[in-house]
């Protein structure tokens, strides 16, 4: 392919980033990242959806060298912000929530990858801030080894005596997501949250929630009993640590199904390998990436799934009580105040 770039490009050139309603030129684009040889990542860890086959593709293809620092959905926002021309990020990766939020901040610049006609509307911002690439559903991931009584509901997992780990919800998104797929069960929604900050204020009162983020390492070191994950994670951890001794399920009661979207530093030092890297994400060999990170791509319905992909994934039955968010925008603003709520209705129970 590259014996087609008929084009020159010193190392110093850098596509217009206002160009946000049309994708810049493959060969163009591809040149200019080149040039950069670089791409760095915060929140793109390797265990986390595979994205390590999509950094190992963008430099055995492209030659880009690649580094990550994992951290929070806020985290990756308050770092674009405070380094700002001293950036040393060029991409994040964040919950739904938080595109919005990171526009808002004046930390994104636009992209619009080839493929952005077959991203669905409700995924992605119309000036190319942000899109969707891949959806996930708050499940249960369980050690069988120390929870006898497996919960396959919320209000099982109320009336359990094992300890419950949902992480940070001020600043995760999967911990945030948590607590609205736990409002959704308790009859809440994204306007009204206080049935979710209810329920963990119980399990909270009652000495059985856990702060920590339920990772490979907490898991596999038996820190968590009852995990509340994204489903991609919690068949990730399994399938990495022991398949028996694992269980992942979707509660029976009502989950939420949202996505993660990649962010571009307005301020990044290398814009073109980020633009790169989102177009390589929404491509059909990025989609399947994710795939095999047990995410479920959002151009599923455009691309076909290799048989041993399928098969990592939970049967589709799991999922007939999980709902996408139906108000994005009364989310956004609920997201907002979640930290506060949560330290009002929740934490303050675990002080006592």
């Not at 901040?105 to 077959?118: A, I």
């Not at 919960?151 to 419950?164: Q, T």
Request: no cysteine; charged share 20%; proline share 5%.
């Amino acid at each position: 392919m590259k014996q087609l770039f008929a084009s020159v490009f010193t190392s110093a050139i850098v596509l217009s980033s206002s160009s946000a309603f049309a994708a810049e030129p493959q060969a163009d684009l591809i040149k200019a990242a080149q040039a950069e040889g670089t791409v760095n990542s915060v929140g793109m860890p390797d265990s986390w959806a595979n994205w390590k086959d999509t950094w190992a593709a963008l430099s055995s293809q492209y030659g880009l060298k690649h580094s990550d620092t994992d951290m929070s959905s806020a985290q990756e926002i308050a770092k674009f912000a405070a380094e700002k021309d001293n950036a040393s990020a060029d991409i994040g990766d964040v919950g739904a929530a938080f595109g919005p939020i990171a526009v808002q901040k004046g930390v994104t610049q636009p992209y619009k990858p080839t493929t952005w006609d077959e991203i669905p509307a409700w995924a992605k911002d119309k000036d190319g801030m942000w899109a969707l690439a891949y959806t996930g559903t708050i499940a249960f991931i369980i050690d069988k080894s120390q929870v006898q009584d497996k919960p396959h509901s919320w209000a099982e997992l109320l009336k359990g005596k094992y300890k419950v780990t949902i992480g940070d919800v001020g600043t995760a998104a999967q911990a945030s997501n948590g607590v609205l797929a736990a409002t959704y069960a308790m009859g809440g929604n994204e306007k009204n949250l206080k049935p979710g900050l209810e329920f963990f204020g119980k399990l909270a009162k009652e000495g059985r929630l856990g702060l920590t983020n339920p990772t490979i390492a907490s898991l596999e070191k038996g820190e968590v009993q009852v995990g509340v994950v994204w489903d991609f994670n919690g068949l990730n951890y399994r399938d990495q640590i022991d398949t028996s001794r694992f269980e992942v399920l979707i509660p029976s009661d009502g989950s939420i199904t949202s996505g993660y979207t990649t962010i571009i530093n307005k301020f990044a030092k290398h814009p073109n390998a980020a633009k790169l890297a989102r177009e390589y994400i929404f491509s059909d060999a990025g989609q399947i990436n994710l795939a095999r990170g047990y995410a479920r791509p959002i151009r599923a319905d455009k691309i076909t799934l290799p048989e041993d992909v399928k098969t990592k994934l939970l049967p589709a039955s799991e999922y007939k009580n999980a709902h996408p968010i139906t108000d994005t925008e009364a989310w956004d603003k609920s997201a907002k105040t979640l930290p506060r709520l949560w330290q009002e209705n929740v934490m303050i129970n675990m002080q006592q």
